[in-house]
Structure formats: C-alpha cells, structure tokens
C-alpha cells in the first residue's frame, strides 16, 4: 500500500492554478524528489499535504485514510512531518530544548498531569532526554546542545530541524530545499542523513533545487511546472528525457 | 516603617502581577494590555463576595480566580484568533470594556464611587489586619504563585510554550495545538492576576475602577519589558524597579504636583534607553524581535 496517495489534487491562488490535478502515489521506504522552477507550485503542494492550505479538489491519503480535512497539527500526529524552507528552528530555545519539545507524547503538556502526577510525567521526561541525546548524536550536534538555536550555521540548522522531526516521530519527511543556502560540504552531510533516515524505515518526499544531487539519492523524481507534473520515473529516465531541459530551461 | 512595610506590599503585589503578565509575554509571546482588566475582576469579586454576600476570604478568594478564569477563556476565544498587532488591538477593547463596565454598572460596582468597608482578609480564623501580617502574607503568596509559575516554566507544558512563542507554525507542524496552550497560558495568568487583585481589594478596603484602567495594563507590561522575560528573575527586578523608583525619587525634593509626570517622562526614557542597550531587559533571557 501506498504510504501516501494524492489523487487530483488542484488549488487556485486568484485564479492562478498553482496545483494543477496532480496524482502521484509515494511507497513507504523510498525518496522521492519533485524539481522544476520556481513558481512551480512545489510548496504549495507541500502545504497541500502537510494541511497548511486547502484543498480546491482532489483527495489526500496517508496510509490509506484520508486526511483532507484534518488540521496541520492532526496530520503531524498521524506522521506526517514537515521541513521548512526557512528552517524555523525555535530560535530562542537551545538546540537540546528544540528536540525535547519536539517529542510526540508529552503528558507534562497537561498542567494536571504534570503537578498530580509527577513521578510518571518524570519518568518520560528522563526517556525524552535520552531520545534526545540519541538524536543529537545521530545528527552530530552534540557538541553544540546547550547553543540557541539561533547561534547555529544555518546548516546547523536543518540538522536540527531534522533532528527534530525524527523527535516527532514523523515517519513522512516532506523536506522543501533541504540542502539550499547550506555549504557544499554539509549538503553531502544532510544528503547521507536523509539516506540514514530511509534506511531506518522512514519516507522521504523533498523540493530540491540541486538537481544533480537530488538525482543521486533518489527512488524516483517528478518533474513539476506550472503546477503539473509533466514528467516521471527513476533519476535515469527522467535526466535522460529531453522534456527535463525543456521545463527548466523553457527551450 | 509603615511607609516601608506599604511598599512592600505594593512590591509583592507587582512581582505577582508582573511574574504571570510574562508567561504570557515572556513565554508565549502574547503582549497582552488587558492584565489590568484581570486584576480588576479579581478585585471586585472578590469584594463583592465579601461586602454584598458575606463570604469568607478564602471562599471569595476561590471563586473570584473561578470566575476570572472562564471569563479569560471568553475573551481568548474572541482574540487569540488575531496574531501580532491585531491581537494587542482585541486585548486592548477588552481591557476598555472591563473598564467601561466596572464604571457604569453601577447597580452592581457603585461606579465611580467605589465599593468601600472591604474586610481585611482572615485565614483559618486569624484576621490579617495589621501592616506587617499583611505583608507577610502577601510575601507567602508571592512565593507560592512564584514558585506556581516557576514549575509551570520548567514543566513540558512551559516549553512547548515557549516553542510557540518563538515560531507558531513550526510549533503547528510538530502535532502541537497552539490554541489549546494559547488559552490555557491566558487562564494561567488571569487565575493570578485574580489573586493580587483580591490582595489588592482586602488590602486597601477600598475600590474604585480608577485602579484597574489601561494605565495599570502598560505599567505592568513596563515593568516585565524593563525587567526583562523567559524568566523568573526578570519580572520581579522590573516590578522592584518600577514601584522604588518612583519612591526614591521622593527625595529628590521633586514638588508632588510634577512628581507623577515625571515618573512618567522616567518610564518612556527608560523604555527607550532598555529597547536600544539591553533589548532582553536587565535580567530577562528571551528578546522580542
């Protein structure tokens, strides 16, 4: 089964079709890349699914339950995460606090849980601090856990926006731009992390701009523009297609 | 020491007021006019539990912080839809509503005659009546809503505020339901705002809504800005601050007639001068961008 199946999914800013009826399905376990210009309607896609913008027309299914009409933070339960073109890390919470918040189940969020029943609400903190403490490993910031976030590279940054997600538990990594603004050596860092995260059972659906990269670690690609996808298949097929130069290059 | 131990009072007062105007300020990034508003609500029922229907203190107590609490879930429902400026606007009318009612309701509040005779407060039998037990007791509260608060800050509950406060959609994106945090960080500090404001009532026996207006609201979110937010210090060296100063400058031989003005020339050049050279305040941790 699909682990997220989009079926005519359509949305008009002013009479503007941003998304076009776009159909793709995603399998669990793979990466999966959509490219073309700017203006392609890529983000709002992302929107799309991740519940940030509705839908005009079309179905969203994420593990074979529509989702169309949950809010963002109910489709963020379910697993589906999402990283941000502007990274928005919490800017004045240290990067450790920025995992520890990003945990799912959090009873200490009640007040009453957290003033009543306090030696359970203890007990997960203390696991929540070791997932964190793996985490921070896994995305090697450890050294820097104690900095605010807003003292971090912007590479830093992702890593820990990264990071974070894998906090939430998210098991659908939408990534827009992972490696954009990023210098050239850590985008090999975030590009072998993504790689990680597939490894270990996550799905990755990601907006990329650095197209010779995001051929090199993905399943599959999608060509969009003008809010269609005009093109699709394995990295080979498609950067094989004359269409590809086509789209970017409007020859 | 009379004069002394009033200014302690005054002090305790502001450090409760100021400690739960910054969780929702200074954690959750809500800068809310209205803090005076709850204090008022507070106050009146408060007194009006007391003078008009005989209940005890701590009966009247309890059920002013009842009351104010699900009036605060009203008033966040009709503004926390608004972000940024729009809902310091919404925050702002509430506060000229309260205002507006506790003046001209006069059936209820006696308007701008006030409600005088209030009983001073008693505990478990013990009447609270003299200066310095007064002070003490206020002392206990400011510590027990400090030390309220501070769990809050550091519980689960104060960091996914926090997050919100530094970035709402992120927040969103990670499964968090801002609206549900946003109201109960209101609910939080009207409950506390509720306490002082009862403080305040069987405090000085007397009130009159002249007490409770905008003026109140601003100085509060002064003394948190000055001191600085994000933390527990930062609000309380701001409350110190804004209630000695003035005090202090008492001898200064300042004629009385211009002092209140100049206290106010004070505050807005020691805004101005915090904004540019220590924009978290002097003791805070978090800085509004």
Redesign the interface.
Known sequence: MALLEIQHLAKSFDGVKAVDHVSFAIEPGTITSIIGPNGAGKTTLFNLV?G?LRRDAGTIHYKGKAIDDL????R??LGV??L?QDI??????TAR??L???Q?H?P????SN??LRYKN?DKL?KQNREAAERVIKFIRLDHKQNSLAQDLSYGQQKLLALG?LLM?EAELLLLDEPTAGVNPLMIDEILALIQMLVKEGKTVLMIEHNVPKAMSISDWVYVMDEGRIELYGSPAEVSSNPLLKEVYLGV | MNYLLHLIVLIELYVMLALSLNLMVGYTGLLTLAHAAFYGLGAYATTLLMVNWGFDFLFALILAIAGTVLLSFLISFASLRFRGDYFILATLAFQVIVFAVLYNWVDLTRGPYGIPGIPKPSLLGIKIDSLLSFSLFGFVVACLIAGFLALIFRSPFGRTLQAIRDDELAATALGKNVMSFKVRSVAIASGCAAVAGALYATYVTFIDPTSFTIDESILMLSMVIVGGTGNLKGPMVGAVMLIVLPELLRFLAIPDAVAANIRLIIYGFLLIIMMHVRPQGLAGKYQFE
């Open positions: 991740a940030f809010s963002p933070s109910q963020a339960g995460g999402r941000w928005r890390v919490f800017r004045n919470m606090e920025n520890l918040v990003a799912k959090q200490g969020e009640k007040i957290y003033l609400v903190e974070r939430n």
